[in-house]
Nanobody
């Protein structure tokens, strides 16, 4: 599965951005999708995830400000980011887990990362 992220940019504190990440069509089924971010000098951290049933999980730092959603028909995940803060500045990566069955009927789970999109919030 290949992922293509878009929607990053430069915004002032308090502003909003919407990220999108589309998965390429494949024989695998997309299960969980999510967004992670990595600021300069820091480790990559989870921002939000959503499973195929729509259940979501958020990092405490973004709860109430960010909303993750997905369109299963399009294998696309979105991240609506409101009330942005300078500390939200990072490269944002989307991730998708996919499931397929091998020739023996055994499940094979794989993970894929998008290329990253820069989000910069100015104070």
């Amino acid at each position: 599965v290949q992922l293509q992220a878009s929607g990053g940019g430069l915004v002032q504190a308090g502003g909003s951005l919407r990220l999108s990440c589309a998965a390429s069509r494949s024989t695998s089924s997309i299960t969980d999708m999510g967004w992670y971010r990595q600021a300069p000098g820091k480790q990559r951290e989870l921002v939000a995830t959503i499973n195929s049933g729509g259940s979501t999980n958020y990092a405490d730092s973004v709860k109430g400000r960010f909303t993750i959603s997905r369109d299963n028909a399009k294998d696309t995940v979105y991240l609506q980011m409101n009330s942005l803060r300078p500390e939200d500045t990072a490269v944002y990566y989307c991730r998708a887990s996919s499931l397929r069955y091998n020739d023996y009927g055994e499940p094979v789970v794989s993970g894929s990362w998008g290329q990253g999109t820069q989000v910069t919030v100015s104070s």
